[in-house]
């Protein structure tokens, strides 16, 4: 955007500041100004309900009328009215000073410690029971506060919290060391199991060293997701590299892919049982996932998000169901 100018050709600067503010930075402190006296059509009047000298406020319009290079206003004495060009003028500065106030009251509303929102983010395997349970319990002592609920895999809503889009996060792997601009707490951790389908050689075990997939086709999630990386986390400490047939986004989408023959996978327990497949737990190497809370290093938190910090964090070790 180019600079306003003003009759000499120069940069119009804003008071406090340097050239090349441009139109917003030079029009917002004297938008309300603008349309005070637009209200009253009178500088005095206007000038009272501003709480500021009459002479200050009649400078500010000067340098306003100066700085567009329009008249906005015709003078009469005392009073004033408004030009074509004023009129013109005014419409737009009330729709703008509209739009702030309504921005004001929206973050502060967010903030307010009964009533205020939480932009909350978790993994899609925690989506069916554990997260509805979480805001079930929470929500008994506050009833008022709102959630923005972001279903995500765990490094994409890790770069959500960096960007300022999720207040907290449960995710895995809990982020460590190596991501200082963030803040992690372990809250439990969930075995993992070995999923065939029915009529499976290992279909009628309840549990199984994952040695002895090694030869199995795996179904599993793709690259950069947390199941992924401990998928061949574990079949590396069980002597193995996994063959992999099919890659999903989901880990319901990779049951009824088990169920239908297509190959093995390593998941966390369904919330509900799927048809079509045996689940055995794995007894070598242990297999869990750790689940986490995360939220960004240094930032001012409002008072719901605190409060709802503290609840999840007084779960440690009850996060999940059963």
Known sequence: MSSPRNGRDSPVTLDGHGPGTGWGGLLAPRLAQFAAVARHEHVTRAAQELGIPQSSLSRALARLEADLGVALFARRGRTVSLTPAGRTFLASAER???VVEQAAESVRSDADPASGKVAFGFLHTLGWETVPGLLRAFRADHPRVRFA??????????????????????????????SPELVARR????????????GHRLAGRKRVRLAEAADESFVTLERGRGMRSILDTLCARAGFTPRIAFEGEEAETVRGLVAVGLGVALLPPPAIPRPGVHELAVTAPRAVREIGLAWPAGQPETAPVEAFKRFLLGRRGQLLPG
Do not use: F, K, N, W
Not at 151 to 156: M, N
């Open 149 to 178: 609920l972001i279903q995500d895999y765990g490094e994409a809503m890790l770069d959500r919290l960096r960007a300022g889009e999720l207040d907290l996060c449960l995710t895995s792997p809990v982020p460590g060391p190596e």
């Open 187 to 198: 809250l439990d951790e969930q075995r993992l199991r070995l999923v065939v389908p029915e």
């Open 96 to 98: 703008a000073l509209a």
